[in-house]
Nanobody, 125 residues
Framework: QLQLVESGGGLVQPGGSLRLSCAAS????????IGWFRQAPGKEREGVSC???????ASADSVKGRFTISRDNAKNTVYLQMNSLKAEDTGVYYC???????????????????WGQGTQVTVSS
């Protein structure tokens, strides 16, 4: 059974950076698309970025040019590098995985069946 564990969250000032990690166990991620999502208090969970099994990526307009998703299949880990953080980036960040036959991914939360427990990111001065 695939298990996902996020780490790397914390408190950072506006303009700062964080790198989140999503480590998988139980299965290898080679054939999986991975998505990063976030949820702010009182808001719905929204897609941030995704990466397909071939390394192709997609991102929400709100994070383009600031966030970069990448994967290291040898370490069975996916990363989210977040730069130029803003207060509106605050929330719980989740990674999710879905086995995908094609070289595709999605930033829709409905496309993923395996989820991690989340890591808190707070951007505040």
């Amino acid at each position: 059974q695939l298990q996902l564990v996020e780490s790397g969250g914390g408190l950072v000032q506006p303009g700062g950076s964080l790198r989140l990690s999503c480590a998988a166990s139980g299965l290898t991620l080679d054939a999986y698309a991975i998505g990063w999502f976030r949820q702010a208090p009182g808001k719905e969970r929204e897609g941030v970025s995704c990466i397909n099994k071939g390394g192709g990526t997609a991102s929400a307009d709100s994070v383009k040019g600031r966030f970069t998703i990448s994967r290291d299949n040898a370490k069975n880990t996916v990363y989210l590098q977040m730069n130029s953080l803003k207060a509106e980036d605050t929330g719980v960040y989740y990674c999710a995985a879905q086995r995908w036959g094609s070289y595709s991914c999605s930033t829709s939360r409905y496309a993923y069946s395996s989820w991690g427990q989340g890591t808190q990111v707070t951007v505040s001065s």
